[in-house]
């Protein structure tokens, strides 16, 4: 599997380990920019990890929003991207899903097919939680409400193709 990694919004890092491996990262040789590094991932409690990385050992605070991550190392705070290979590729097709979370209009991050509406006007969503399903490109992809609120609209409908940037539903 691949990875990228952005760290404090320094240059990305390209991450790669054999996901024939296990389905997680705990105790694998990866490459981290084309060079190995052996890694050891514990958990410890809901968000402390033990990280032993090329032989060195880090513990610390891990809190986690969709693809981006605070990590705490002591008095250290790092904020991490991290994408996958369907977040990559969606990147390298200029299709950036936008980072602006405060705007309860939520709109497509590209064209494609809306396959499930799992929301009606008026319920109450919470951050996080799915609201639609649209299908790009025979993936599909969740579209999850950046905050807490109440659906005002929906301008879609099930089986309705939409554009990138068309407006799907507006929460406030």
Do not use: C, W
Not at 103 to 129: A, T
Request: aromatic letters at 4%.
């Amino acid at each position: 599997m691949k990875y990228k990694a952005t760290v404090n919004d320094n240059k990305p890092i390209n991450i790669e380990f054999d996901a024939s491996e296990g389905s997680s990262i705990h105790g694998h040789t990866i490459l981290v920019d084309g060079q190995q590094k052996h890694i050891h991932l514990v958990k410890l409690s809901e968000k402390l990890y033990q990280l032993i990385y090329n032989g060195k050992v880090f513990i610390g605070e891990v809190t986690q929003k969709g693809s981006d991550f605070t990590v705490r190392f002591k008095d250290e705070l790092m904020q991490i991207e991290l994408l996958d290979e369907k977040n990559m590729l969606i990147e390298r097709m200029g299709i950036k899903s936008s980072k602006n979370k405060s705007s309860g209009q939520i709109k497509s991050p590209m064209p494609g097919l809306v396959v499930e509406l799992n929301v009606r006007k008026g319920d109450v969503v919470k951050q996080g939680q799915g609201l639609l399903v649209l299908e790009a490109m025979k993936m599909q992809n969740e579209i999850k409400a950046p905050m807490d609120g109440e659906v005002k609209d929906i301008a879609i409908k099930v089986n309705e193709p939409v554009e990138k940037n068309q407006l799907l539903l507006t929460i406030v």
